[in-house]
Nanobody, 124 residues
Framework: QVQLVESGGGLVQAGDPLTLSCAAS????????MGWFRQAPGKEREFVGA????????CYANAVKGRFAISRDNAKNTVYLEMNRLKPEDTAVYYC?????????????????WGQGTQVTVSS
């Protein structure tokens, strides 16, 4: 099993930046995609962005493209979600996920392992 732990959530004001972290432990994979998803109250879980761990491919949802960026620290097995110019509609629980296929995918059911989530609240 792969364990994923998100951290870095909190309460921020609109326009502020915030960076989330996702630390992976347990099983290590040579080919893996790390994705970020979010879920607001009463909404379905939606894709935010993803990166191929051993590659250059990245993909982002249109709602966050140009504002959010995914980075990673291979030595620490950690992926980051750098969020900029946050909006109230970005308020959600943010989850990281991992998939053992090495492709950039926005489909939640393509991911095998999930973290517990970290809450991001953006006030006006």
């Amino acid at each position: 099993q792969v364990q994923l732990v998100e951290s870095g959530g909190g309460l921020v004001q609109a326009g502020d930046p915030l960076t989330l972290s996702c630390a992976a432990s347990g099983r290590t994979l040579s080919t893996v995609t790390m994705g970020w998803f979010r879920q607001a109250p009463g909404k379905e879980r939606e894709f935010v962005g993803a990166t191929v761990w051993r590659g250059d491919a990245t993909c982002y949802a249109n709602a966050v493209k140009g504002r959010f960026a995914i980075s990673r620290d291979n030595a620490k097995n950690t992926v980051y979600l750098e969020m900029n110019r946050l909006k109230p509609e970005d308020t959600a629980v943010y989850y990281c996920a991992a998939a053992p296929f090495g492709r950039c995918s926005g489909l939640p059911n393509a991911y095998t392992w999930w973290g517990q989530g970290t809450q991001v609240t953006v006030s006006s």
